[in-house]
């Protein structure tokens, strides 16, 4: 096995290490939180220990709802405005990430479990 060999290996047992330790963490989190766990409950476990930041929901958000704000609103200057009042973002913000969007939330070549 050659260093990079050695190294995409390393980061797959680090990848599932970290998928173990975090759902073993999420069902305690839960258990103390009187919660069951689910996806709510584990996207809720995520932001409330900083692993998902504020800022992080904020873009993700914002990408996910502009093709309905800009089918609704009828126009990109329009839609931007409406999701302005909506989001804690400001209209730059918003015309950034819809610039950016593609190197910012497309899947990426991870090789997770």
Same mark, same amino acid.
């Given at each position: 096995?050659?260093?990079?060999?050695?190294?995409?290996?390393?980061?797959?047992?680090?990848?599932?290490?970290?998928?173990?330790?975090?759902?073993?963490?999420?069902?305690?989190?839960?258990?103390?939180?009187? /919660?069951? =766990?689910?996806?709510?409950?584990? %996207?809720?476990? !995520?932001? @409330?220990?900083?692993?998902?930041?504020? $800022?992080?929901? #904020?873009?993700?958000?914002?990408?996910?709802?502009?093709?309905?704000?800009?089918?609704?609103?009828?126009?990109?200057?329009?839609?931007?405005?409406?999701?302005?009042? /909506?989001? =804690?973002?400001?209209?730059?913000? %918003?015309?950034? !990430?819809? @610039?950016?969007?593609?190197?910012?939330? $497309?899947?990426? #070549?991870?090789?997770?479990?």
């Amino acid at each position: 096995m050659n260093k990079t060999e050695f190294k995409t290996y390393r980061q797959q047992r680090t990848n599932l290490l970290f998928c173990e330790e975090l759902a073993q963490e999420v069902n305690t989190w839960c258990e103390r939180q009187g /919660l069951e =766990p689910n996806t709510t409950s584990i %996207i809720a476990y !995520l932001v @409330k220990h900083n692993i998902v930041r504020q $800022s992080a929901i #904020n873009q993700y958000t914002a990408l996910q709802v502009y093709p309905n704000f800009l089918e609704a609103e009828g126009g990109k200057e329009k839609a931007v405005c409406a999701m302005a009042n /909506l989001l =804690p973002l400001e209209p730059r913000q %918003i015309y950034n !990430l819809l @610039k950016n969007r593609y190197q910012k939330h $497309s899947p990426n #070549n991870i090789k997770f479990p």
